[in-house]
């Protein structure tokens, strides 16, 4: 299983982007997906994540400006930036806690991750 997204590259101060992440197969059941993110030299941070039940949390640093939805008929999470600043220029990774099969334990995910440069 692998976590797949899509939406990052290049844009100027002040535009937006569009991030988007899905499991690679099919699921038994999907639970907190997440948004991280880690420029060269720092650490791996948390941007956003959402519930299931669509109880959202946020870095102080992305409020107001970065929104985190789901689908959960498409197991699919989306991370809204608008108003992109250089400081949010970082490789983004997707996370998500997942069951594969019913009787199985949920597992930790991670996706490969996707580079988003805010430069002029």
């Known amino acids: 299983l692998q976590l797949v997204e899509s939406g990052g590259g290049l844009v100027q101060p002040g535009g937006s982007l569009r991030l988007s992440c899905a499991p690679s197969?099919?699921?038994?059941?999907?639970?907190?997906m997440g948004w991280y993110r880690q420029a060269p030299g720092n650490q791996r941070e948390l941007v956003a994540d959402?519930?299931?039940?669509?109880?959202?949390n946020y870095a102080d640093a992305v409020k107001g400006r970065f929104t985190i939805s789901r689908d959960n008929a498409k197991n699919t999470v989306y991370l809204q930036m608008n108003s992109l600043k250089p400081d949010d220029t970082a490789v983004y990774y997707c996370?998500?806690?997942?069951?594969?099969?019913?009787?199985?334990?949920?597992?930790?995910?991670w996706g490969q991750g996707t580079q988003v440069t805010v430069s002029s």
């Open positions: 996370n998500a806690d997942i069951k594969i099969t019913n009787w199985q334990a949920p597992k930790n995910y």
């Open positions: 197969e099919r699921i038994f059941a999907i639970y907190t």
């Open positions: 959402i519930t299931k039940g669509w109880i959202t």
